[in-house]
């Protein structure tokens, strides 16, 4: 019995080790302006054509305005996707902060 609960114990630092391990080896951020690089570019192109919505206010008959308004939408929205995807792939360090004061806590009192 005991030595089961040993190799349980010795399974879960092991996972405990390897899940702090993906965390902490994740790409710095300077890598983050180079994923998604579609979605960069499609908010880099709807700004341009937001400014030339503006600039033709008379050649678009009216649907200037709303055109304005959902490209607007369009660029608010992609930002917001790219925000949660980098919060998403580069976790906070308080969140690792108590990771690894869990893992040591467990070292220290493996009953736990």
């Known amino acids: 019995m005991e030595r089961q609960s040993s190799s349980r114990r010795q399974v879960l630092h092991v996972l405990a080790a390897s899940g702090l391990a993906a965390l902490l080896a994740r790409p ?3 890598l983050a302006a180079e994923r998604y690089p579609r979605i960069r570019a499609a908010i880099r192109e709807l700004k ?27 660029i608010d929205q992609l930002q917001k996707a790219l925000d949660f995807a980098e919060k998403a792939q580069f976790p906070d360090k308080k969140l690792i902060e ?9 070292e220290k009192d493996p009953g736990k």
């Open 28 to 30: 710095g951020r300077a």
């Open 48 to 74: 341009d054509a937001r400014k030339e919505l503006e600039e033709g206010a008379k050649i678009f008959g009216g649907h200037r305005a709303k055109a304005v308004k959902v490209v607007d939408d369009a």
């Open 98 to 106: 108590r990771v690894k004061e869990k893992i040591a806590s467990h």
